[in-house]
């Protein structure tokens, strides 16, 4: 019989599981159940955070999310006139574009833009005086501010561009006619204030109101010290919707008679050579990195 050998079946010894530390391959804790802390039960979940707890974090997000939309992307605007009739109605609530123009975008022709008082056109109008919490829901953009005095009207004609309107006639840019179906119906084009014809100076446009009998537009301020042009660093940016009321929900798109062939030829050169410049500026350092990786390669 062999020295040392076991006689009869032996029963299996118990072994529990333990883990092995990856690094030091020692042996570690078991892994047959996780450590507990003292006197808390296997399986207990953390205790959510109170919702009341973290509701003011969530009302400051949303307060912050909505200053920065209305600064730079989008912002309502009361209607407080009838001078855009039958385009826009006393008392509309339009949505702004303000992004666009910080891409150095500019107005086009046809475009309904919301901008800042060039020089006293507004003079003698009643201010609003709202209450505080009308203020501060001006101040992130839920409401449309009634302490600033914006107006609203069409671009008609860009900087380059030639303007006129003669009394019976319609309004012409660059040697082209509108067909404005836009106008207040029963209005002329210009019959009570003719125009023209009158060069717009670059950086500069000329606008008009769709109620045209009713609008102190460009054409009654040609002898103040704007001549009747609006500088591009007044406009606030595009009106693009028609949001409240819900029943007269619409866009403000560009209309045809701006489109027609021949009106861009004032300022076809500018427009074209605009994209191009930023493309070349874009490309230069694109091509100089790539380069730069080749010979790094190399």
Not at 12 to 25: K, M, N
Not at 141 to 165: F, H, N, Q
Not at 192 to 207: E, H, R, S
Not at 228 to 251: L, M, N, S
Request: net charge negative.
């Amino acid at each position: 019989m062999a020295v040392g050998a076991r006689s009869g079946r032996e029963e299996p010894e118990e072994r529990s599981e333990v883990a092995v530390d990856s690094e030091t391959g020692r042996p570690g804790e078991p892994v047959d159940g996780e450590e507990h802390g003292e006197g808390e039960e296997p399986g207990a979940e953390r205790k959510q955070r109170s919702f009341w707890k973290e509701l003011p974090l969530l009302i400051g997000i949303a307060l912050v999310l909505a200053l920065l939309i209305k600064t730079f992307l989008v912002q309502a605007f009361s209607i407080p006139s009838d001078s855009m009739q039958n385009t826009l109605q006393r008392g509309d609530r339009v949505l702004v574009d303000k992004l666009t123009p910080w891409f150095g975008s500019e107005p086009e022709r046809g475009e309904v833009v919301v901008f800042h008082d060039p020089n006293n056109w507004l003079e003698g109008e009643p201010t609003p005086d709202p209450n505080v919490v009308q203020k501060f829901l001006s101040f992130i953009g839920l409401m449309p501010s009634a302490e600033e005095k914006d107006l609203i009207k069409r671009v008609i004609a860009v900087g380059g561009d030639t303007v006129e309107c003669t009394k019976g006639g319609p309004v012409k840019v660059n040697g082209k006619a509108l067909v404005e179906p836009y106008i207040y119906p029963g209005n002329t084009a210009c019959d009570d204030k003719p125009f023209g014809p009158l060069k717009v100076p670059a950086g500069k446009i000329w606008v008009m109101g769709d109620h045209r009998q009713n609008s102190y537009d460009s054409r009654y301020h040609m002898d103040d010290a704007t001549q009747g042009f609006v500088p591009v660093d007044k406009v606030v940016g595009r009106a693009v919707v028609i949001a409240w009321p819900v029943t007269r929900w619409a866009t403000l798109p560009v209309p045809d008679t701006f489109d027609q062939p021949g009106i861009n030829t004032a300022t076809a050169a500018s427009i074209g050579a605009g994209p191009g410049a930023l493309g070349l500026v874009g490309a230069v350092p694109l091509v100089l990195w790539r380069r730069r990786r080749l010979a790094l390669r190399g």
